[in-house]
């Protein structure tokens, strides 16, 4: 499942200088290519294309829309009851807002007919651990790795947080930059927290 908000990956997140190339555990079966979704509507795909959002309009340059989702469950049934089940069980999407689109260049052998020039979307597919990847995909195992990963460096960045708070000298001021509020630095993890709160992050 595509997120077209955010490509990017854990170490971004913190400030680091963002996901390298991803190692080649791909099983070059095609399934994703032929079972993208997004975390936004067709609609608003839509219309993030006519305000010239990149992202979106590389996807649709990319990606064309089943007329259905039966139709989609017949190219990749094991995809599709997978991420309708992810949609069902989250409060901040509907199942009738869910399209599931297929490459116009992915081959019959399952492969990309552009690869060299691939938009950024499939490049740094699966962009990071909880991307809603076909069952059995060759990237689980990185994928667990880089949940754990993520949930880690959460962790961390709270529990900082937490000792700054406690060692601030009034209660309102950052201990190492008295320019910088409590509330500076509050505002800053939530903002690093974003993007993960779909996933669980305010428990981590």
């Known amino acids: 499942m595509y997120d077209l908000n955010y490509y990017g990956t854990d170490s971004d997140l913190l400030g680091g200088e963002g996901q390298g190339p991803l ?27 006519a305000n010239g959002d990149k992202e979106a309009v590389d996807f649709l340059e990319i990606f064309e829309p089943y007329e259905s989702i039966e139709a989609a469950r017949e190219a990749v049934p094991d995809q599709v009851e997978q991420v309708l089940n992810i949609v069902a069980s989250r409060d901040d999407m509907k199942l009738e807002d869910v399209t599931f689109y297929h490459c116009r260049f992915v081959t019959a052998e399952g492969l990309c007919g552009i690869y060299e020039r691939r938009p950024r979307c499939c490049r740094e597919a699966p962009a990071h651990g909880w991307s809603a990847m076909p069952p059995g ?6 994928q667990f790795e880089q949940r754990e990963n993520q949930k880690r460096m959460i962790r961390d960045m709270k529990r900082s947080a937490y000792v700054l708070e406690q060692m601030s000298p009034d209660g309102k001021t950052h201990p190492l930059r008295p320019e910088t509020t409590l509330d500076d630095l509050r505002a800053l993890v939530a903002e690093k927290l974003k993007p993960w709160k779909m996933f669980g992050s305010d428990h981590w």
């Not at 190692?23 to 608003?44: E, L, M, Q």
């Not at 995909?137 to 990185?142: D, K, L, P, V």
Request: glycine share 10%; aromatic share 16%; charged share 20%.
């Open 23 to 49: 190692p080649d555990f791909c099983h070059k079966c095609g399934r994703c290519c032929r079972s993208a979704t997004t975390y936004s509507s067709y609609t608003k795909l839509q219309e993030m294309v």
């Open 137 to 142: 995909c060759g990237f689980e195992g990185w």
